[in-house]
């Protein structure tokens, strides 16, 4: 059974890695971006698409409306790990050498209890401003009204995700690079693995097994020891 060959090579992992994308939180009420019931295909009052409204040019030239749509779709401010981020932070917390790399910018693999994540693409739990650089959490984001201020200096507060436009931060690369070339196992989980440059770091990987668990096949599901094309969260519990 796939399961349980999946079990066996997770159990047998020296070095585990994951790499997540917006799947493996669609279960905690988080939508992602690209399916049929994703955030790109959801009817807004915007004239304006999201690719181009989560964009770093549209932040500086419609802060506003960059902000009224940042706050309504991409804030989530009340979800909760599920049994997915739950599964691999108890792996870890068992002694299990894991690391997480995300391209969620939610934050739930922390809130599940994994302490080595890497983030590509940044998290809303960090903003600062763009003059003073004061830090700000997630809920300061949420509750403002229209564009959110310092309260030091008076400045804009932009939030620490990677917009479009916007390069990668190189040692983030680095250590997700890193981490995929030193796996003996990849457990990619959520993610139709077609966002470059995130998706493109897959091809590092030069160990023993690649498990790939999303709803939709990918490009590498050719490559893997094992694919499971179904929800995360019925491949946890079939494992646990």
């Known amino acids: 059974m796939p399961y349980e060959k999946l079990k066996t090579i997770i159990k047998n992992s020296r070095n585990l890695c994951v790499f997540t994308g917006a799947g493996i939180s669609c279960p905690s009420g988080i939508p992602d971006f690209r399916s049929a019931d994703g955030l790109y295909h959801r009817e807004t009052n915007f004239t304006f698409p ?5 964009s770093h040019s549209f932040f ?8 009224e749509f940042y706050k309504s779709a991409m804030l989530y401010p009340d979800a909760k790990p599920n049994a997915a981020h739950l599964y691999f932070a108890k792996l870890e917390a068992d002694g ?3 690391t997480v ?3 969620n910018i939610d934050g739930l693999h922390q809130a599940a209890g994994s302490k080595n994540v890497v983030e590509l693409h940044g998290s809303v739990h960090r903003n600062n401003c ?3 650089k004061k ?3 997630l809920n300061y984001i949420a509750r403002s009204r229209g564009v959110p201020l310092c309260d030091k200096c008076g400045g804009i507060v932009k939030p620490d995700v990677v917009l479009y436009e916007e390069p990668l931060d190189e040692a983030v690369i680095d250590r997700a690079v890193t981490a995929i070339e030193k796996a003996d196992t990849l457990v990619v989980v959520g993610t139709s693995l077609v ?4 998706a493109s770091f897959v091809r590092y990987f030069k160990g023993d097994n690649l498990v790939l668990i999303n709803k939709s096949e990918t490009s590498f599901d050719r490559y ?3 694919t499971f094309n179904e929800d995360v969260i019925r491949v946890v519990n079939k494992i646990e």
């Not at 999201?50 to 989560?54: A, F, G, H, L, Y």
């Not at 500086?60 to 902000?67: P, R």
């Open 224 to 226: 893997a020891t094992l």
């Open 101 to 103: 790399v995300t391209q």
């Open 96 to 98: 299990k050498n894991v």
């Open 50 to 54: 999201p690719e181009q409204i989560i």
């Open 60 to 67: 500086l030239q419609h802060t506003d409306m960059f902000y």
């Open 195 to 198: 966002v470059y440059p995130a």
């Open 135 to 137: 830090s700000f959490p």
């Open 130 to 132: 763009t003059i003073c």
